[in-house]
């Protein structure tokens, strides 16, 4: 069982910065990689970003340039580091885990993230 319990979100101006920060704890043995999808109201759940093991991060178009994910060396603590935040980027913030061995995903609680213009 992996847990994950996100924060670091909020309310900023478009242009503004935020840092999200994702703590898991359980058993990380087996995950293969760890990110964000957002979800904005009336819309599907969505990749933000994500973080392989070996180190090798993918991004969605919407945000590169302007999102960084990163981690810690344990691989316990997954981040997302948001700058020049626009209104579009409003949303829920979800972490997740993938585990290799059970094939499937772990999820934290959401952050809720609003931009302001």
């Known amino acids: 069982q992996v847990r994950l319990v996100e924060s670091g979100g909020g309310l900023v101006q478009a242009g503004g910065s935020l840092r999200l920060s994702c703590a898991a704890s359980?058993?990380?043995?087996?995950?293969?990689?760890m990110g964000w999808y957002r979800q904005a109201p009336g819309k599907q759940r969505e990749l933000v970003a994500r973080?392989?093991?070996?180190?090798?991060?993918n991004y969605a178009d919407s945000v590169k340039g302007r999102f960084t994910i990163s981690r810690d060396n344990a691989y316990n603590t997954v981040y997302l580091q948001m700058n020049s935040l626009k209104p579009e980027d409003t949303g829920v913030y979800y972490c997740?885990?993938?585990?290799?061995?059970?094939?499937?995903?772990?999820w934290g609680q959401g952050t809720q993230v609003t931009v302001s213009s």
């Open positions: 973080i392989i093991r070996g180190g090798s991060t």
């Open positions: 359980g058993s990380m043995f087996n995950i293969n990689h």
């Open positions: 997740y885990a993938f585990d290799i061995m059970e094939h499937r995903d772990y």
